[in-house]
């Protein structure tokens, strides 16, 4: 197995992503690389408090491993004073979701092994988005070209409370349906285990990814004694309301491209989850605030995240905050969706001073089996071919082997001729008949012409047939791969080997696209 570097540029990967971050890279230090004098700075920064309540909530959460468990000398070291985080974070997607979340992850353990290298205390650490609501973007799992689902339907409430025994069924019917593929049994078996907890799925997940990368943290924000650290962070986005008064620069700033910012701004970022099943946004009304079952002024909503801040849950642009608040973070790693939300937070940051992580745009990573890779050294391509659609790749195909077009009548077009000779010039009588015997003769053509062509393209040995099948391995069911595959995949179609070349490919020095082939 190989793996080979391209560069993102070569396919348009991320491309918006990366033509915003390169225009905004002199506007803050949010895109500057990480380097020793940042990570002493903000071990130095992070309150002494702040990091023994991080090390508490970590041991309790990972408190069901065995003692000699890679976790735990993680926690430890993040208890010395010049520890730092460099950090992930994902959705709990059924089974850990696509591709590329193992590729962050993977990332985000080689930069914190490039850092402990050079005698830093770097710890890597996953954040679960165990306080999202939006259970239809986790449910599914595509895998060995089946669509697997929870069995429940919750939607409103916390999606990390959700009993992680509901994912059940559908590892079940993997199991029923891959039994004769033996290599994948073990990642089965994994789900298996970790989802039959006895808990949610914030800890069902947590066990999976430690069951493949034990060698990064998890951790559930969640947790009351986090959200009391916050509770000030809290109050004073309800009371001075800084991301709201932000909101004018991060649209200058964002220029033409202001409709992409992913995020509306609000006059409040916070959701109350006090309510069973239920995420609650909180929203101003009448000089104080209000969500669908309470009201409060400013006062008493303030008293009451003191009083209850477990209660209280970010939105989506205050999440990096509330996480660079209780994280000594100096890294996130993330995709461009991702990047997107830290890019509307320039103009906080700036205002309020305070030191937050280098963002990183993730590295991709696409797989070829043996028969995509064979079928693409067949083609001609270049590796901008690839990024066409099969529409247009058939369309060259056709005319580079001088396929007749659809409309092409040149038969017809001679027939005229010899009709109008023969009869229409003599006999003036039968032009309706010839003119229908030419629009008959018009439609067999177009016919023909149909026919020729799918010939061409359906040939077995055809570069049409190859290019299907290399555009079908790069973009299955018309997303990207590593969008699409998940890691039963990736072992189905290529080994378990292909996943050892992943973890010994993946560096610090993206973003690049990687492609991993026999």
């Known amino acids: 197995m190989k793996a080979e570097k391209q560069a993102m540029s070569a396919m348009d990967l991320n491309t918006w992503a990366r033509s915003v971050m390169k225009r905004l890279s002199k506007q803050t230090d949010l895109l500057s690389p990480v380097t020793a004098k940042h990570i002493l700075a903000r ?7 702040a990091r023994q309540v991080l090390v508490d909530v970590l041991r309790s959460q990972h408190g069901d491993l065995p003692q000699d468990h890679p976790a735990h000398a993680a926690i430890t070291m993040l208890e010395q004073p010049d520890a730092v985080t460099v950090t992930v974070g994902h959705q709990l997607c059924l089974g850990l979701g696509p591709m590329y979340v ?81 290599s994948l049994k073990p990642w089965i078996d994994a789900m298996q285990s970790a989802y039959s907890c006895g808990g949610g799925l914030a800890v069902a997940h947590r066990q999976l990814i430690q069951s493949l990368y034990p060698d990064i943290l998890c951790l559930d924000a969640s947790d009351a004694r986090l959200k009391a650290l916050a509770s000030g962070l809290f109050k004073a986005m309800i009371k001075q309301k800084p991301l709201m008064k932000s909101a004018t620069k991060a649209s200058a700033l ?10 509306p701004f609000k006059d409040s970022p916070l959701f109350d989850t006090s309510h069973p099943g239920k995420r609650l946004r909180i929203v101003a009304h009448e000089g104080g605030y209000q969500n669908k079952l309470e009201k409060w002024s400013t006062k008493d909503l303030c008293r009451l995240i003191d009083e209850e801040p477990a209660r209280f849950s970010p939105d989506a642009l205050l999440r990096p905050v509330y996480q660079e608040h209780i994280l000594p973070n100096v890294a996130y790693t993330g995709g461009a969706g991702e990047m997107a939300y830290w890019l509307q937070l320039i103009p906080y940051f700036k205002q309020s001073g305070s030191m937050h992580a280098s963002i990183r745009l993730r590295q991709s990573v696409t797989f070829w089996p043996h028969a995509a890779w064979r079928k693409y050294q067949q083609l001609d391509w270049a590796i901008a071919d690839l990024h066409g659609d099969l529409a247009s790749h058939r369309q060259q195909y056709l005319q580079n082997n001088k396929a007749p077009d659809l409309d092409d009548s040149r038969l017809t077009q001679q027939l005229a001729g010899m009709l109008e000779e023969a009869y229409k010039h003599h006999y003036p009588s039968l032009k309706p008949r010839v003119d229908g015997w030419l629009a008959a003769m018009e439609k067999h053509e177009r016919r023909m012409n149909e026919a020729v062509r799918r010939n061409l393209s359906q040939t077995s040995d055809s570069d049409f047939q190859r290019m299907v099948h290399v555009t079908g391995n ?20 290529m080994g378990p080997e292909a996943m050892d070349t992943l973890r010994e490919t993946i560096d610090v020095k993206g973003p690049v696209w990687w492609w991993i082939h026999p």
């Open 474 to 493: 790069l973009w299955p069911s018309g997303n990207f791969q590593e969008r699409h595959w998940t890691l039963l995949d990736v072992i189905q179609q």
């Open 43 to 49: 071990a130095k920064a992070f309150n002494p408090t």
């Open 254 to 263: 964002w220029g033409d491209e202001v409709d992409a910012m992913p995020v």
């Open 102 to 182: 193992h590729e962050k992850i993977l990332e985000t353990l080689a930069l914190a092994k490039h850092w402990q290298a050079k005698g830093k205390q770097v710890v890597p650490l996953f954040w679960m988005a165990t306080e999202d609501h939006d259970f239809e973007e986790i449910r599914s799992m595509h895998a060995n070209g089946q669509v697997y689902r929870y069995a429940s339907a919750m939607s409103g409430g916390p999606v990390g409370k959700i009993p992680a025994s509901d994912a059940l069924p559908a590892i079940a019917s993997m199991a029923d349906d891959m039994a004769h593929q033996p």
